[in-house]
Every structure is written in structure tokens, then in C-alpha cells.
């Protein structure tokens, strides 16, 4: 089969494979559309996850099931199916403590395109098919799906992990496509007001849609007197962080009110410490929360977060701002993901509808 893979640190390119095989709890499938993220761009050419040879890229997809083991009970070959990023394995000790993302260490619940081969390929294969696959509700189309498989889970896991509540004033710093779905799980789960950290006109105005009512850049000064001068000086009650740097904590604990939660959902690619002000963190006793987490993933979150799509509460829509069709465009893609035109938001490729 076909794949294309991250050859070394800095070089891509299409690559022959033997086709993956199905162990009994597991399915092969073939993708429908797929879509590339940032953190492709964090591995292939910064290194992120250090070296791999030869490694299919892609964790992004949606898609059909070609094969599925003998002890799978609930899929069969022509599902079409969501497909999580994050594929954990159910039967790990971590995943019985509540934190199946990190099952078999921490963060190994991502596997595609990590510690094995990923998505952008003719066929892939998927651990724990019935824990981790989802069935593709049908009046979702392949492009929209593939939101579902990071996009949507992660800006949605910075809104758990800030604990956004009904009425709340909440921050998110950063508003590509993950903070994007921050600031529409937030304005979901009842926010009042949301305020976003970014500047791009395109994505501004999507965040506009999805509930975002003040805009500061973090280019014309610092966010927390922005974000302060906005608030009469009172701060917000969350802060979902979606872009930046081990620096932007320092900001994000200056603009919370006493008692406020911080969820954090971005890769910190860089630096040893992350800052936290010592007055403003109430001297140590703020009451101010700092969490960061992967993504889940999993069948149920999947079958969730499709039911939302598919009943018209979700429109994700907006992010797949670059759609492209046939394998032969995914190389555009992902160098268009790499040099990120101002207009970019997600770039997706569709292989069938
Ligand atoms: P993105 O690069 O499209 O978006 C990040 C945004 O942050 C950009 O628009 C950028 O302009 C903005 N930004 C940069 N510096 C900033 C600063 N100092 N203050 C505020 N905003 C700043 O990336 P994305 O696809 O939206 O993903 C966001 C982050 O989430 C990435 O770091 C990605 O690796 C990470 N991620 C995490 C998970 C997870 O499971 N936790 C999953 C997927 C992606
Ligand atoms: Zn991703």
C-alpha cells in the first residue's frame, strides 16, 4: 500500500508498505477524507516527537472499515466510521484510574503517527476497534468528520479542563481551529461572555460565530491588561489557553479572578519551566487552577461528540477552510498546513464523500 510518511526530521515524501495486520481486537480501515494538523507540522519538521524513519503521518480521518479481528463484536467491513486521535488502550490500568490518554505511559494513547504508522495512507490500522471506533452518523459529510477526530475533542477538553459554567466570563488564548472549538464548547456550556486572544480576520470572524463577543492581540501589548482594561479590572472566571508559550501562563494566571481554573490544551514545544507569578497567584494561595491535558479519545466521547454534529448543535463547518480532493493533493496540504497562508484554517483532503 501507499503512505505518506515523515522519511527523517525535515523530509516527506510517498513511501511503499506492507498493509497492516488485524489482530483479533482490532479493524483495518481505509480513510474517507483526512485532515493535517499542527502537530504534523510539529513532527515532521521540528522534531517534535523526535526521529522516525519512515513513519506514516496523519492522526486526523475519517473512514470505512475494510477488516475487523475475530473477538470484534460491534464493527464490520463497510462501516463508515469517526476515528479519534487518540486511541487508548481500554483495558490499561491507566485507563481504569480515569486517564485512558495515557494508557501505557504518559501521552501513549496517542499511537497514529507517533509510535506507529498514521492515517495518511490507503489503509490503517486501529487498536481496540470496539473501544475506540465510532459510527459515522450518516447526514455528516467526510470533510466535517474529521473535526471530530482532534479538532473538536481537544478545544472541548480545554473547556473541561477549565471548568467552564454556566455564566462565566472565559478567556481563550489562541483561536486556530482547536481554540475555535474552545470558544464554541464554551459558549455551549453556558458562558456569557467569551473573550479570544487572536487577530486573523478569518478566524476572528468564525469565533464571532461561535460566540465570541472581544478580541484582543497579543501583539498590541500584554493579554492581561487587555483582558483586565476589558473587565473593569475584575479578570475571568476560566481561561482555555490554545496557543502560545510556556509564557502564556504567566499571562493567563494574571487575568483570573481568585477561584478561576486555567485548562490548558496547547503543546509546549519549548523551554524547561512554566512561569507562574507568585503575587498574582495569590501568593500561593489564589485558589487559581492549572491543568493541561490530552485529549480523550474513545468510542463514547467519539458517539458524543458526532451526536452534537449530527443534531445540528455543532457546526464545524467553518474550519475546513481548504478543501482538497484525491491523495494527490496531500502533499499541497500539508506544505499549505506548514507555511499557513493567513486564510488557513484547516486544510482537509477528501477521498470520497
Ligand atoms: P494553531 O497553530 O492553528 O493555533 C494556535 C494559535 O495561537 C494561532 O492562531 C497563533 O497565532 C496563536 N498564538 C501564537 N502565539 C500566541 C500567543 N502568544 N498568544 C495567543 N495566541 C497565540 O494550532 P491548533 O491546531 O489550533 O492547535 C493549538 C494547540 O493545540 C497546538 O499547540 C497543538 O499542538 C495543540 N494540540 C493539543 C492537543 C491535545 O490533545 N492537547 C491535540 C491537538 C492539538
Ligand atoms: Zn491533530
Redo the contacts with the bound molecule.
Sequence with gaps: MKGYAMLKIGESGWIEKERPTCGPLDAICKPLAVAI???DV?TLWEGAIGERHNMILGHECCAEVVEVGELVKDFKPGDRVLVP??TPDWNSLEAQAGYAMHSGGMLAGWKFSNFKDGVFSEFFHVNDADGNLALLPPNINSVDACMLS??VP?GF?GVELADVQFGDTVLV???????LMAVAGSNLRGASRIIA??T?KN?VEVAKGYGAVDFVS?KNGT?EEQVLALTDGQGVDKVVI????VE?FESAVKCLKPGGKIGN???LGSGTYITIPRVEWGVGMGHKQING???PGGRLRMEKLGALVAAGKLDVSPLASHVFEGWDHLEEALFMMRDKPADLIKPVVKLAD
Excluded at 490554545?242 to 508559550?245: D, K, L, T
Design positions: 494538523c499542527t502537530s510539529h486521535a487518540i482532534d479538532m481537544t477538553h488564548i489562541g483561536i486556530g481551529p482547536v481554540g486572544v487572536g486573523r478566524c497579543y493579554i490554545a496557543g502560545g508559550s502564556t490544551v496547547n503543546y491535558g490530552l485529549m
